[in-house]
C-alpha cells in the first residue's frame, strides 16, 4: 500500500493579482479522514477542484495514487461529492446512478445495494425532479461509494441532511477509510468532524495554517481549559477566592487553567471537601482551536 493516497506540495493559484492559494502543501494517507476548514474564500473549494483537474494550479504538483491530477488514472481513483449535486431531473435515481455505474465500469449489479446503502430504496424509481436537497446529497454519497475510490474528496457532505442522515452519512464515510480510501473532508459542521476525523487542517486566506491531530493542535496553541464548579450557596466566594476563579452567577464559579496544570486544580477542587458538589472540566472546542488558528497571521 502507498504511504499516501493524495499528496498536495507547494501549490500555488493566482487568478491576476489575486493569490487564491499560496504555497500549500497537505499528505493524506490511506484509510485517513482529514478535515479542510476554513471561511468562505479560504480555498478550499479551489484547492479541490485543482485536485480534480478542473482548474490548473499556477505552481507546485499534485499526486493522486502517483498520478497527476486529470489524467486517466487520477480519474479512476478519486470520487468526489460537491455541496449542491446536480443531477438530470427527468431521471429516476436508479437510472441516474445505473448510468454513474456505466460510465465508471462498475457493475449495475451493485445499483440497488448502493441505494439501500444510504436510504434511498423506497425512492429509486422517483424522477430526480421530485428529490429534496437532502435526498440528491444521499444519492451524491451512493455515486462515490461506486467503484471503491482510493481518494474521496467531499465539499459539505452533510448540506442538506437532517441529523440521522448526517449520522448514517458519517458512518459510510467511515466504512471508506476503513476500506483504505483517503478521504478529505471540507466542511463548516465543526462538531462534526471534530469527533470524525484523524487530522484537521486549516486554511485562512488560501494559505494552510495548521495541520496536525486535534491533540497536537490544542497542544501547541496553549488554550485553558475551563473548570466550571458548583459550590453550595454560602461557599461559592469563598470557593471562587480559593480557587483563584469567577463567580459567574448565584452558585458557579469558573477557573481557567492550562492543560498541564489541570490535576493540581482537581486536587485543590477536592480539598475544599463539602464546599463544592460538583464540577465539570471543558477541554479547548475544535470551534475554540478553529477560531485560534484562523486568527493567525501566516508566517
Known amino acids: 500500500m502507498r504511504d499516501d493516497a493524495l499528496r498536495i506540495e507547494g501549490v500555488?493559484?493566482?487568478?491576476?493579482?489575486?493569490?487564491v492559494l499560496s504555497d500549500?502543501?497537505?499528505?493524506?494517507?490511506?484509510?485517513?479522514?482529514?478535515?479542510l476548514l476554513g471561511h468562505n474564500g479560504a480555498g478550499k473549494s479551489t484547492l479541490m477542484k485543482i485536485v480534480l483537474g478542473l482548474v490548473r494550479a499556477s505552481g507546485g504538483t499534485i499526486a493522486v495514487m502517483g498520478a497527476a491530477p486529470g489524467t486517466v488514472a487520477a480519474r479512476r481513483a478519486t470520487a468526489y461529492l460537491p455541496e449542491a449535486v446536480a443531477f438530470h431531473k427527468a431521471l429516476t435515481g436508479r437510472e441516474q446512478l445505473t448510468l454513474f455505474a456505466k460510465l465508471s465500469g462498475v457493475s449495475r449489479t451493485v445499483v440497488a445495494a448502493l441505494l439501500e446503502r444510504v436510504g434511498l430504496t423506497d425512492a429509486?424509481?422517483?424522477?430526480?425532479?421530485?428529490?429534496?436537497?437532502?435526498?440528491?446529497?444521499?444519492?451524491?454519497?451512493?455515486?462515490?461509494?461506486?467503484?471503491?475510490?482510493?481518494?474521496?474528496?467531499?465539499?459539505?457532505?452533510?448540506?442538506?441532511?437532517?441529523?440521522?442522515?448526517?449520522?448514517?452519512?458519517?458512518?459510510?464515510?467511515?466504512?471508506?477509510?476503513?476500506?483504505?480510501?483517503?478521504?478529505?473532508?471540507?466542511?463548516?459542521?465543526?462538531?462534526?468532524?471534530e469527533a470524525r476525523t484523524e487530522r484537521i487542517a486549516i486554511m485562512k486566506d488560501g494559505r494552510l495554517v495548521a495541520d496536525d491531530t486535534l491533540a497536537n493542535?490544542?497542544?501547541?496553541?496553549?488554550?485553558?481549559?475551563?473548570?466550571?464548579?458548583?459550590?453550595?450557596?454560602?461557599?461559592?466566594?469563598?470557593?471562587?477566592?480559593?480557587?483563584?476563579?469567577?463567580?459567574?452567577?448565584?452558585?458557579?464559579?469558573?477557573?481557567l487553567c492550562q492543560t498541564s496544570g489541570k490535576l493540581d486544580r482537581v486536587k485543590r477542587i477536592m480539598s475544599l471537601g463539602d464546599a463544592v458538589t460538583d464540577f465539570d472540566i471543558s477541554p479547548p472546542k475544535l470551534e475554540d482551536l478553529y477560531r485560534h488558528y484562523s486568527s493567525e497571521k501566516p508566517q
Do not use: F
Not at 12 to 19: D, E, T, V
Open 217 to 255: 493542535l490544542s497542544a501547541r496553541a496553549g488554550l485553558p481549559t475551563r473548570i466550571r464548579i458548583t459550590a453550595t450557596d454560602a461557599e461559592a466566594d469563598r470557593v471562587a477566592e480559593a480557587l483563584g476563579g469567577t463567580r459567574i452567577n448565584g452558585r458557579t464559579v469558573d477557573l
Open 24 to 35: 500549500v502543501s497537505l499528505v493524506v494517507r490511506p484509510g485517513e479522514r482529514v478535515a
Open 124 to 193: 429509486a424509481d422517483r424522477r430526480l425532479g421530485t428529490y429534496s436537497k437532502g435526498m440528491r446529497q444521499r444519492l451524491g454519497m451512493a455515486q462515490v461509494l461506486l467503484g471503491k475510490p482510493s481518494v474521496a474528496l467531499l465539499d459539505e457532505p452533510t448540506s442538506g441532511l437532517d441529523p440521522a442522515s448526517r449520522h448514517e452519512l458519517y458512518a459510510i464515510i467511515d466504512e471508506l477509510a476503513a476500506a483504505g480510501t483517503a478521504v478529505l473532508i471540507a466542511s463548516h459542521a465543526l462538531t462534526e468532524v
Open 12 to 19: 500555488s493559484k493566482q487568478r491576476g493579482a489575486l493569490a
